[in-house]
């Protein structure tokens, strides 16, 4: 792609996010400042639709970037500055208002995110011990019910009944168990957790019956549905609203469903808790359906310099990328700054 493309691309992705409505070849011979005519600027639109960069959602209607043509965009063609700082002062300044504790603490920086960016604002809660799995068992009981045993770290062992959907025999549990204990023990349980749910959305039909089993059962132990412990705290889900490509009543119902249910949400926010800094999936590159409109921003945050958590942002893809990444990135360092201040 040529330099007057780039800039034309550019611009025309710089409009949309203002203005959210299709941009078409004279606005952008307007805007872009170049001494080009609208069947010039037209030609250059028709190639950026081959690319993929772009996309006419109506004959005759402008165009709109693609997912392909946010991530170009995102990754070379903006020019991202970090806060100054007053403007971290400020961020500063909310989060430590008053002294509380994490709990709250996690609270506030979700709620700040939320009112600053007008989009939602989730922080997932601290994870401050390495949670390893030595070994994992299971005992059948009655009306599809199995207690399972796990032993965590070196002595730690915990018990807990989980709810199937068929009759397990002892022996199926134990070539299940077997399974998990060669190839998970040692490993992290959050690990555990997302490499489980990536094998969930494999095509059922790939999965031979010992793998079926494997994940039906072990989704029961890892998923945390079971438990009434929050992972995450969410604000301001309802200001996706105000986003005409969000306001639609069946896509909202699935968004907000999919908060509520939290798996998959925590599947993406455990994905970036080992990132190096800041972290996105623009629309599809999430892999889940129901935030195919929307882009996630999030950035790590650490207490001693162990990563205990992940923080970040939720809104649509024509997010003003520039102004919401350095917020989460600043808002990240500063949440663990004053977790490391009330340890």
């Not at 611009?11 to 078409?24: M, T």
Request: charged residues 25%.
């Amino acid at each position: 792609m040529n330099e007057r493309a780039q800039h034309l691309l550019r611009v025309l992705i710089d409009r949309y996010i203002r203005e959210g409505e299709p941009v078409g070849s004279r606005t952008l011979a307007r805007d872009s400042r170049l001494d080009l005519s609208p069947a010039t600027v037209r030609n250059v639109m028709s190639d950026l639709e081959e690319m993929g960069f772009v996309a006419a959602p109506h004959t005759s209607a402008g165009r709109i970037p693609t997912v392909q043509g946010y991530r170009l965009f995102v990754d070379s063609l903006l020019n991202i500055q970090p806060l100054d700082s007053v403007q971290v002062e400020q961020l500063r300044q909310e989060l430590w208002a008053e002294e509380t504790d994490s709990g709250r603490l996690i609270e506030t920086a979700s709620n700040l995110l939320s009112d600053i960016t007008r989009m939602a604002g989730v922080v997932t809660l601290p994870r401050r011990e390495h949670v390893a799995l030595r070994r994992i068992d299971f005992l059948p009981l009655s009306q599809n019910r199995i207690l399972v045993i796990l032993v965590i770290n070196e002595k730690e062992v915990q018990n807990r009944i989980i709810q199937t959907e068929r009759t397990f025999s002892a022996s199926e549990l134990e070539t299940i168990s077997n399974f998990l204990n060669a190839h998970f023990a040692g490993k992290d349980i959050h690990a555990v957790r997302t490499h489980l749910i990536d094998e969930m959305q494999q095509a059922r039909q790939d999965m031979n019956d010992l793998m079926m089993s494997v994940v039906s059962v072990a989704e029961k132990v890892f998923s945390g549905e079971d438990s009434d412990e929050e992972d995450y705290v969410l604000a301001g889900q309802t200001n996706l609203m105000q986003f005409r490509e969000l306001s639609d009543v069946e896509k909202l119902r699935e968004l907000f469903e999919a908060f509520n249910r939290k798996r998959d949400i925590l599947h993406l926010l455990d994905k970036c808790i080992c990132a190096n800094g800041v972290q996105l999936f623009i629309g599809e590159e999430s892999g889940y359906q129901v935030l195919d409109e929307c882009s996630l921003v999030t950035a790590p945050y650490s207490v001693e310099g162990e990563v205990i958590g992940v923080l970040g942002v939720i809104g649509p893809t024509r997010m003003a990328y520039d102004r919401i990444i350095p917020i989460v990135d600043a808002t990240a360092r500063l949440l663990g700054a004053a977790l490391n201040s009330r340890n």
